[in-house]
């Protein structure tokens, strides 16, 4: 397998991008240690890496417009290999939850119809390879409180921010 890549350094910082043939691999933002993550996923699934800006121009015109304040609806094909159908359930809700509103950990459960497992749902979603492509940022927990995210709660609560229109990118 090939994995196609691209870095680019947006108005709210470092984005990394990668897909494959099948569709969009991976969404990392902020500085991040690329080199162990290439070596990672060279275990995890015997792949080879392709530097190929031109690959991406449309997925950089769609993140610049959203990193801009723009509701972008990113409907590209999506390499999820590896996932488990708990996983895809609750990543699939996520993508339904609309730009700028959140939802609970809970209400998340609630919808794929696992009431107790708000904790596997948290779970589910630190494993979301794709941020903002996937916008787990959206969920929070019941109490308002931003829980986790695998960026860090920094840039979960500026992608927040900037969906509320309360982030001035000047």
Known sequence: MIIHYCQYDLTLGMVFVSSTDAGLFSVILGEHDLESHFKELETRHQCQFSQNPGRF?????????????????????????????????????????PYGQVRSYKWLAD???????????????????LPVIIPCHRVIMQDFSTGGFSAGVGWKERLLRLERGELSLL
């Open 57 to 97: 121009e449309d997925i950089y015109v769609d993140l610049a417009g959203y990193f801009s304040g723009i509701p972008i609806d990113f409907s590209y094909p999506l390499d999820l290999r590896g996932i488990t159908p708990f996983e895809r359930e609750v990543w699939n809700k996520v993508r339904q939850i």
């Open 111 to 129: 919808q794929i119809h696992h009431p107790k497992a708000f904790k596997a749902v948290g779970r589910a979603l630190g494993l979301n390879p």
